[in-house]
């Protein structure tokens, strides 16, 4: 399975903004830090804005902070609100029109390793990312910001 791009850079603002717990942050700079698009971002916040994982404030002393706490924040939750679908086979999709679905196994074996994904992606939060703090940080060339 493959997460798409949007859920991966979905992943890597909430561990940049999980970095930076000392205030807003702006689009442009997850952008620059990444070296992602400024137009791929802004979708990608708005998205999880809008499903309560940020807030974000326009205007002067403006950007965007995460709305809870990292340990809060499920990624399991993440990925399944960030995917449009978990559908792996044709068979798992309601328009599908397979001939041997209705005696096929690879239905229940696809279910069986897709609930097996999402058990041990809940047992993860936001807070197990940003883990070790001080190399990431070290990377995304935060610590110069802090200086």
């Known amino acids: 399975m493959k ?36 137009n791929h971002l802004m979708k990608v916040v708005s998205l999880l804005t809008r499903m309560g994982y940020l807030t974000a404030q326009r205007g002067p002393g403006g950007g965007i902070k995460l709305a809870r706490p990292p340990e809060e924040i499920n990624l399991a939750d993440v990925i399944r609100d960030t995917e449009e679908d978990l559908v792996m086979v044709e068979c798992f999709d309601k328009g599908g029109n397979c001939v041997i679905t209705p005696v096929c196994k690879l239905h229940h074996i696809i279910s069986e390793a897709l609930d097996a994904y999402i058990t041990t992606l809940r047992k993860y939060t936001l807070i197990d990312l940003i883990d070790p703090r001080s190399e990431l940080t070290r990377l995304l060339q935060l610590e110069r910001d802090a200086a």
């Open 3 to 38: 997460l798409t791009r949007f859920t991966d850079y979905s992943l890597r603002v909430l561990i940049y903004l999980g970095l930076k717990d000392d205030g807003r942050v702006t689009i442009r700079e997850i952008s620059e830090a990444y070296g992602i698009s400024r």
